[in-house]
């Protein structure tokens, strides 16, 4: 195969070894706060709806935590379909790699979701799994004409794909751009024979990648995208098809979308969406989490083929009807920066870490769960909390939660009055 990046040329852009000391030093004084203060790591029972019960005192709190955007984690016939899965089979799970054997009822729900999808989708046990398994087989060229690409990490991309950035540093040369910098991407690209870049559909902290910029950029270079949409699948698209894909007619074969099927989706996996036979072949026979790891278990399976059965019916459209109407609702109340976007991620910024940390205790206390965010997930001086909606939120408790934060913002600004 050609190289047109030598392999000792690797990641030069970058520092040889990972920052995790540094970052651990940095932040463990406010993962210590959070801890202390019972906001982080709850152990809680179900309850009804958006609610669980706190395993140590049993106060039943409204929990906007969960990234169950549809509401679907607890559907009835999701949770049925789980059961019947792992009741029919006999078993959770086969401890075997995938390139040896398979339930049959995992190619029923791949034919399914494919189907679903218009895409070639292999399933995996995350997100992560999957994310681990695609990005050395772009980054060795396989899939961009045998030429190996500049890998063109978004700043912002989540945790579960920069974390890769040293392994593919082995195989080609790693570059991390600003935030949505389409400029910076179009100076890459006139640049370098091929060209990978590596971003999130919706951002897990709000906010969403410029796909319509994206494809004209693949239009006019041949840019090779790849984009996990974990925070969009199931929102958007008559049937679901999510954010990233259902702004697109085909993916061909320069694009891969990874995406969630927990989350908007409701029941637990990752999967990959191909447009190849060719790239199919490729991931079964050499992906890591493929080859080496074992499949989603039987619960998992009927509970996805169970969503892509509500999927396919009228239910979904009035679910994401639904979370529209929430996340309008929450915008008149707490105007944010992500206001008026259709997405159901929404941050409240505080600026001080232990302030987020503290307003989330207070919020906890008054029946609320909203995660307090800081560095290494934000920006330093950008805390302040994490707030996920959902159609399964009832109207009067985004009300309730929006003067609850209210109230916590004002005792803030009193208390750093002069």
């Not at 679901?240 to 979308?257: K, N, P």
């Not at 099927?261 to 990752?270: D, E, H, Q, T, V």
């Not at 109340?333 to 159901?344: E, I």
């Not at 409240?348 to 008054?366: I, N, P, S, Y």
């Amino acid at each position: 195969m050609k190289d047109r990046i030598p392999a000792y040329s690797a990641g030069r852009t970058h520092a040889a070894f990972r920052n995790t000391a540094s970052l651990i030093e940095a932040a463990d004084t406010h993962f210590e706060a959070a801890h202390y203060q019972g906001v982080m790591a709850l152990y809680v029972r179900p309850s009804e709806g958006r609610t669980v019960i706190l395993n140590y005192d049993s106060r039943q709190i409204v929990d906007f935590v969960r990234c169950s955007y549809l509401g679907l984690d607890n559907h009835p016939a999701i949770v049925a379909g789980a059961v019947d899965a792992v009741r029919s089979s006999g078993t959770l799970h086969w401890s075997c790699a995938r390139t040896r054997l398979n339930f049959a009822s995992l190619g029923e729900l791949e034919a399914s979701l494919s189907d679903l999808f218009n895409a070639k989708v292999i399933t995996y046990t995350t997100v992560l799994a999957a994310n681990m398994s695609a990005l050395p087989l772009i980054a060795s060229g396989h899939l961009t004409g045998g030429y190996k690409p500049v890998m063109v990490f978004d700043r912002l991309a989540h945790a579960t794909l920069a974390y890769h950035k040293g392994t593919i540093a082995s195989e080609t040369r790693v570059e991390t751009l600003a935030h949505n910098d389409l400029a910076g991407l179009e100076r890459l690209c006139r640049k370098n024979e091929a060209v990978a870049y590596i971003c999130d559909g919706v951002y897990s902290m709000g906010g969403s990648a410029p796909i319509d910029e994206l494809r004209r950029l693949q239009e006019k270079y041949g840019l090779f995208l790849y984009i996990d949409d974990a925070h969009g699948i199931s929102l958007f698209g008559d049937e679901g098809q999510g954010f990233a894909r259902s702004q697109m007619d085909e993916l061909g074969s320069r694009t891969i979308i990874a995406a969630s099927l927990g989350k908007g989706f409701g029941a637990s996996g990752g999967m990959l969406m191909l447009g190849t036979v060719h790239q199919e072949n490729l991931f079964r026979r050499f992906a890591v989490a493929h080859a080496f790891s074992a499949s989603i278990n039987t619960a998992s399976i009927g509970a996805a083929l169970a969503s892509s059965r509500l999927h396919r019916t009228d239910e979904l459209g009035r679910l994401q009807a639904t979370l529209q109407k929430r996340i309008a609702l929450f915008d008149a109340l707490m105007p944010t920066a992500q206001s008026g976007k259709p997405l159901p991620i929404r941050t409240v910024h505080l600026g001080d870490e232990l302030l987020a940390v503290a307003a989330a205790r207070v919020l906890l206390q008054k029946g609320f769960y909203a995660s307090a965010i800081f560095f290494p997930t934000v920006a330093r001086g950008q805390a302040g909390l994490r707030v996920c909606l959902t159609a399964g939120h009832s109207e009067e408790q985004i009300r309730s939660l929006c003067s609850e934060i209210e109230m916590v913002r004002d005792e803030i600004r009193k208390a750093h009055e002069p």
